[in-house]
Nanobody
Framework: QVRLVESGGGSVQAGGSLRLSCAASGDTSSTYCMGWFRQAPGKGREGVAT????????YYADSVKGRFTVSRDNAENTLYLQMNSLKPEDTAMYYC????????????????WGQGTQVTVSS
């Protein structure tokens, strides 16, 4: 069983930066793909970025490429999302997810989810 706890959300002006963290209980380093998803009010869940178990491969939504960076520290069982050049359209609840699956941006394939952290970007 894996438990995920996100932190680092907040309110920021457009062009600003935030760093999200996701602390995982249990050892997710060897075989778990981990990633970030988001859901804005009235919209469906969107895959943002995922990273392979050893960190060798990353996947990004086109909307965040060049602005967001996903990384992980397996020694600390922690996932990160560095978000730069934030835009109002990045406003959403951000969720951490993990599972023993090939990495991808399809949220329905992940069984382990955190409770989310809110990111609000004002113009």
């Amino acid at each position: 069983q894996v438990r995920l706890v996100e932190s680092g959300g907040g309110s920021v002006q457009a062009g600003g930066s935030l760093r999200l963290s996701c602390a995982a209980s249990g050892d997710t380093s060897s075989t778990y793909c981990m990633g970030w998803f988001r859901q804005a009010p009235g919209k469906g869940r969107e895959g943002v970025a995922t990273i392979s178990p050893r960190g060798s491969s990353t996947y990004y939504a086109d909307s965040v490429k060049g602005r967001f960076t996903v990384s992980r520290d397996n020694a600390e069982n922690t996932l990160y999302l560095q978000m730069n050049s934030l835009k109002p359209e990045d406003t959403a609840m951000y969720y951490c997810a993990a599972d023993q699956i090939p990495c991808g941006l399809v949220g329905g394939r992940y069984n382990y989810w955190g409770q989310g952290t809110q990111v609000t970007v004002s113009s």
